[in-house]
C-alpha cells in the first residue's frame, strides 16, 4: 500500500485490511473499539496538512499493520498523540498499560 492508497483509508477498509493480514476476530474488536475512541477524540484535530489527526493515525495504523505488527504496536500507531486530548486516566482502563506506555515514550521521543 502507498501514500495514495493511504489517502482512502477509512475504518471500514482499515478493519479489512487487518482481516486480510490475518488478525483474529478478539484483536479486530479491539481495534474497532480503538478506531471509535480514536475518531470520536482526533476526527475534529486539523494537521497542518488540513487533515484530521484521525485520518494521519488511520493511515500510520495501516502502514503498520501491512509490515506485520502485531496489536500493540497498531494501536499505538493508531492512538500515538491522543493524550492531548484525553487524560490517562481515562484512557488506561480502556486500552490499558502497556499501549499507554507507548503512546507515552512515542510523545517522548517526539518532543
Known amino acids: 500500500?502507498?501514500?495514495e492508497?493511504?489517502?482512502g483509508m477509512n475504518k471500514e477498509t482499515f478493519l479489512e485490511l487487518c482481516k486480510r493480514y490475518k488478525f483474529p476476530e478478539t484483536e479486530l474488536a479491539t481495534l474497532e473499539k480503538a478506531l471509535?475512541?480514536?475518531?470520536?477524540?482526533?476526527?475534529a484535530q486539523q494537521r497542518l496538512s488540513g487533515d484530521s489527526v484521525f485520518d494521519h493515525n488511520l493511515r500510520v495504523a495501516a502502514i503498520l499493520v501491512e509490515n506485520k505488527y502485531g496489536l500493540d504496536i497498531v494501536l499505538a500507531g493508531l492512538l500515538h498523540g491522543i493524550l492531548k486530548y484525553v487524560s490517562e486516566e481515562e484512557f488506561k482502563p480502556i486500552f490499558g498499560g502497556d499501549i499507554l506506555r507507548l503512546i507515552t515514550e512515542a510523545q517522548q521521543v517526539q518532543k
Do not use: G, I, W
Not at 36 to 43: G, I, P, Q, S
Open 36 to 43: 471509535v475512541f480514536a475518531e470520536k477524540h482526533l476526527a
Open 1 to 3: 500500500m502507498d501514500y
Open 5 to 7: 492508497t493511504t489517502q
